[in-house]
T-cell receptor, first 113, second 113 residues
Framework: AQKVTQAQTEISVVEKEDVTLDCVYE???????LFWYKQPPSGELVFLIR??????QNEISGRYSWNFQKSTSSFNFTITASQVVDSAVYFC??????????FGTGTSLTVIP | EPEVTQTPSHQVTQMGQEVILRCVPI?????FYWYRQILGQKVEFLVS????????KSEIFDDQFSVERPDGSNFTLKIRSTKLEDSAMYFC???????????FGPGTRLLVL
């Protein structure tokens, strides 16, 4: 089964600071996908990104960027110039071979105005 | 943009009662899932459903739980005799195929008294 470790349980930053959320995963698959989801205080789960294990290029989407390093099994997420609306719990989620997602405990990000 | 919907948004029930949580997945999706999140804890996989049958289920999904796709649009989760520990947020998700992005509904918050 897949496993994910998000070592940072809680992070607090001041608005406009950059912040990186770490994700280390374990998998026996040679081809796999990785996902990030956001859960704001309102509770819904919002899809952020899906990354194929063959594609190690970094991806940038506005203030969000992702650094995928297959050699270290890491898929880190950086928010540049954080805003209060970024306050949420962020989950790195590798799907298991049965396709069900394994969500770790996530990282709770608080952006202080 | 198509989205997964869930009803009701909140449900309060007495211990021992049956509840049915309803989901309408995105129309062209073929795989359906239920997850739950006990307050303050991580999101846990319950069951996946494909081609009108359960494809995977977790240890949580015991005989008290059942799922059904009664028509072409709804996907339901039934808890036969609720327990206090069933109090949680229940999320439905759907996707087009394995390893694709799962899109989550807004959740149903179930409170068992």
């Amino acid at each position: 089964a897949q496993k994910v470790t998000q070592a940072q349980t809680e992070i607090s930053v001041v608005e406009k600071e950059d912040v990186t959320l770490d994700c280390v995963y374990e998998t026996r698959d040679t081809t796999y996908y990785l996902f990030w989801y956001k859960q704001p205080p309102s509770g819904e789960l919002v899809f952020l990104i899906r990354r194929n294990s063959f594609d190690e290029q970094n991806e940038i989407s506005g203030r969000y960027s992702w650094n995928f390093q297959k050699s270290t099994s890491s898929f880190n997420f950086t928010i540049t110039a954080s805003q209060v609306v970024d306050s949420a719990v962020y989950f790195c989620a590798p799907p298991n071979t049965g396709n069900q997602f394994y969500f770790g405990t996530g990282t709770s990000l608080t952006v202080i105005p | 943009e198509p989205e997964v919907t869930q009803t009701p948004s909140h449900q309060v029930t007495q211990m021992g009662q049956e509840v049915i949580l309803r989901c309408v997945p995105i129309s062209n999706h073929l795989y359906f899932y239920w997850y739950r999140q006990i307050l303050g804890q991580k999101v846990e996989f319950l069951v996946s459903f494909y081609n009108n049958e359960i494809s995977e289920k977790s240890e949580i999904f015991d005989d008290q739980f059942s799922v059904e796709r009664p028509d072409g649009s709804n996907f339901t989760l039934k808890i036969r005799s609720t327990k206090l520990e069933d109090s949680a947020m229940y999320f439905c998700a759907s996707t087009t195929s394995r390893q694709e992005t799962q899109y989550f509904g807004p959740g149903t918050r179930l409170l068992v008294l």
